[in-house]
């Protein structure tokens, strides 16, 4: 009998996926960029709520998806019922060649650079730091440079491929466990900070503003605050895991974001409450200072060593997420044809898609090594939400092609929010046109570079 994926998480489980998915470093970081670009403490939280809000509408859409099909690799499986083989494969190629790698290894860099920060690591001397490969434009190719923070975060990548490798089980676990408090932190830092009082520099900006800054800089704080919220959709990766993936899968996603939302609005409210707009938009300008960081250093003694190790702890667990759920995507496509066989199969006793779990550490490896996940990541970030668009239009779609289908979760004020969600996604992707054509242009490019590969996995399905 050929081994299955195992049936394990539950609804908590399954909530504290998306919550890992998204509380990695964002939000200990991004509210002096945003503090930089607006001037207002309420401009400041409305793009937090926009974004956050907006977010919640990918959610709900992707939801009544996920409710409807429930298979091993979420979005790519939405994709092939929505739109074909092929637009699923290069989302599925996509998510291989950076977006789901370079997020792992970019996350895992964080985790790295943290530790680096409280305990140096070894660098080699420049000589060597210094050699160059490959000279490409900004990108060079220097696989020895900040060696001591890359060889860290490829042990990270291994160490947490082979716990994977071992069952869902021990994922899961460092997901319930690290997620829960990482949460409890963020919840910390709320009260602590609401209790605290502001200096007499803070308040005195506190409820100042120099009025709006305009559309372009709101829009731009509210992409760094979106980002914050990545992740979201990666638990419907795992919907052959999933006890009851049709109900719990809907419930994580709203639940999960929700959660988040509500923490993102708190522990940012907390930070203007005890340092001020202008204080943490000076923060902005400086190197090596996280805001989160300087905001505890003021409420408690100690408080900044506090922060430090909540970020370890979010950024290790952020990147347990992706290594769990993202090979479920390339298990998926070996099983219908559309990649390599050894991408295929399951643990006949681990019961975890074994062999994709190892690929994906192997290029994330050489992501890593390279230093190239930073440029490719963000060649693609906007091609994600060409995706993201896709999906939620998809609903419309599948309300058509579906039509007669049994949907436990229907999104509320159908079709507004898959439109609304839609057409966010496109103003993002024509505004990232514009203003990086060159780095549009080339992760475009990207991504069809995989049609050579699905042309031929159709003509080898099609010689089977």
């Not at 994330?364 to 390279?370: E, F, H, R």
Request: hydrophobic share 50%; net charge neutral; proline share 4%.
């Amino acid at each position: 009998m050929t081994a299955q994926l195992k049936e394990k998480l539950g609804p908590f489980s399954a909530v504290m996926v998306v919550v890992s998915a998204m509380i990695g470093s964002g939000v200990f970081k991004k509210i002096s960029l945003m503090s930089d670009d607006l001037h207002s403490a309420y401009y400041v939280l409305l793009a937090w709520l926009c974004a956050g809000l907006i977010t919640l509408m990918g959610s709900l859409s992707n939801a009544e998806v996920a409710g409807l099909i429930s298979k091993p690799g979420g979005q790519y499986v939405y994709f092939r019922e929505m739109y074909g083989d092929l637009f699923a494969f290069l989302f599925g190629w996509a998510s291989f060649s950076v977006i789901q790698t370079g997020t792992a290894a970019s996350v895992a860099y964080v985790f790295a650079e943290s530790v680096n920060h409280l305990i140096p690591l070894h660098v080699l001397p420049d000589s060597i730091a210094n050699i160059t490969w490959l000279e490409i434009g900004d990108f060079q190719l220097q696989p020895f440079y900040n060696f001591g923070v890359k060889l860290l975060t490829c042990g990270l990548i291994i160490l947490l491929s082979a716990i994977n490798f071992f069952g869902i089980d021990y994922g899961e676990k460092i997901s319930n466990i690290i997620g829960s408090t990482v949460v409890l932190g963020v919840l910390l830092i709320v009260v602590f900070g609401f209790l605290h009082s502001p200096d007499i520099e803070a308040s005195e900006v506190q409820s100042g503003t120099k009025g709006f800054a305009g559309s372009s800089l709101f829009f731009s704080a509210m992409l760094a605050a979106f980002w914050a919220f990545e992740g979201w959709n990666n638990v419907g990766f795992l919907g052959g895991e999933i006890k009851n993936p049709k109900k719990n899968i809907p419930l994580a996603l709203m639940l999960g974001t929700g959660v988040v939302l509500a923490l993102y609005l708190l522990v940012n409210g907390a930070y203007l409450h005890v340092s001020g707009v202008e204080n943490l938009a000076q923060m902005a300008h400086e190197e090596n200072i996280i805001p989160a960081v300087g905001v505890m250093e003021k409420i408690v003694s100690g408080g900044g060593m506090l922060i430090s190790i909540l970020i370890l702890m979010s950024t290790f667990n952020s990147t347990n997420n992706s290594v769990m759920t993202a090979p479920r995507i390339y298990y998926q496509m070996a099983e219908d044809g559309l990649s390599f066989k050894t991408f295929g199969g399951i643990h006949p006793k681990y019961r975890t898609p074994y062999k994709a779990i190892l690929f994906q550490m192997i290029w994330c490896l050489v992501l890593i090594i390279s230093g190239s996940f930073d440029m490719l990541t963000e060649l693609l970030v906007f091609v994600a939400f060409i995706f993201y668009g896709c999906g939620a239009i998809g609903v419309i779609v599948l309300r058509k092609k579906m039509k007669d289908e049994h949907r436990p979760f229907k999104v509320p004020l159908y079709p507004f929010i898959p439109i609304l969600f839609a057409v966010f996604s496109l103003v993002l992707i024509v505004n990232t046109l514009i203003e990086s054509p060159v780095n549009s242009i080339i992760g475009l490019l990207l991504v069809l570079a995989g049609l050579p590969l699905y042309f031929y996995f159709k003509k080898t399905i099609g010689k089977a």
